[in-house]
Each structure stands twice: as C-alpha cells, then as structure tokens.
C-alpha cells in the first residue's frame, strides 16, 4: 500500500465550477498537511497548511483534513483557467520532518 | 516576499563528474531540505539539514551524496559522481521549524541532465 494516494486525474472543468481534489493516506501519524501548486516544470508552490484535523480557508482555496479516515481534501471555488496545473498534497509527521508527496492531480479548467 | 532561490537553473554534465546545486534558503529558517524529481514522477526527499547537521536522509541519499552550509546563507547539494539516473529536477526547500509552523517553501529547482 502506497503511503500516499492521489488520483493522477487529468480532472477537466469549466471555468467557475467547484473543484475537487483529494489524497488518502495510510500512516496515522501524519500531523501535517500541506497542499502545494506545481506549474510545468517549475518548483511546488505552497498553497494551504493544515496542523491536525479540521478545515481551513484563504479565498477560494478550502483545505478539510479527516484524520479518522486518512483523508484529506482540497476545494476551489470559482475555478479560473490560471488554476489549470498539478496539485500536490504533502504530509509530514512533525515539524523539521520530511514530506511524503502524493503524485498529484493534474488540473484544466477550461474558459 | 522571502523566497528559496537556486542556481543554476540547468546544469548538463557527463556521467562520472561531480555537480554542486546552490540554495539560499530564506534567512529566518532553521530547517532545509533537499528534494528531487525525476520527470513525471512523484517529489521525493533526499535530505533534511538542522543545525548544521543531517537530521534526517532517505535510501536515495547514498555515500555519492552530501550537503554542506558552507556560510550563513548558502545550502548546498553535491554529487560526486553522477549516474545516468540523477537527471531529475533537483529542488532546495526551507521550513521555519517552530512550533507549528511546518510550512515548507520550495525553490524553483534545478534541472539537471547527466549524459
């Protein structure tokens, strides 16, 4: 079993619509989750930081962890074409601690 | 805003020759790490630096690797003798490391190709 899943996607939208993204993982020791931004062939943009479980917002970025089912979520809102790119989820046990990265999910909105 | 920088941006090599990959992290971090990615694969850790030690090393990170903080700005990564497969993108991260705030902020990477 794979530490951390992610579907690859690619995940096609309209512009505006709500988009889901969501990773699971197997290690309950996980405290921190982290979703990042990756444009093509540039470096992870840090995007949403959660500490434990709950939910978190900036903007149109929602960011919910579940840690009773090893899930953790990304939503956006109001999709914009400039969102077109693969997102990352990352989770570390403690801080100093290394990530452990998903695939990522490669994202279009369409105009 | 603060940002990781790293240079080169590309650097091409021949099999065998020793590469160093430059960071400056940003200036009120304690933590730094070293990532790789080879192309359409995951972000994988190499390395994780703390007070001027390793803190912690992945299987990837073998005798072939090292990491120094050669002054109070600089973090580096060197190969010493490169293999077909260390061509991957090569990314410098730092993380505040206090309490909890476990954010760790990525550079722009360097990519590197070994012929």
Known sequence: QKEVEQDPGPLSVPEGAIVSLNCTYSNSAFQYFMWYRQYSRKGPELLMYTYSSGNKEDGRFTAQVDKSSKYISLFIRDSQPSDSATYLCALSLGAGNMLTFGGGTRLMVKP | ?115
């Open chain 2, 1 to 115: 805003e603060p940002e990781v920088t790293q240079t080169p941006s590309h650097q091409v090599t021949q099999m065998g020759q020793e590469v160093i990959l430059r960071c400056v992290p940003i200036s009120n971090h304690l933590y730094f790490y070293w990532y790789r990615q080879i192309l359409g694969q995951k972000v994988e850790f190499l390395v994780s630096f703390y007070n001027n030690e390793i803190s912690e090393k992945s299987e990837i990170f073998d005798d072939q690797f090292s990491v120094e903080r050669p002054d109070g700005s600089n973090f580096t990564l060197k190969i010493r003798s490169t293999k077909l497969e260390d061509s991957a993108m090569y990314f410098c991260a730092s993380s505040p490391g206090q309490g909890h705030q476990e954010t760790q902020y990525f550079g722009p990477g360097t990519r590197l190709l070994v012929l």
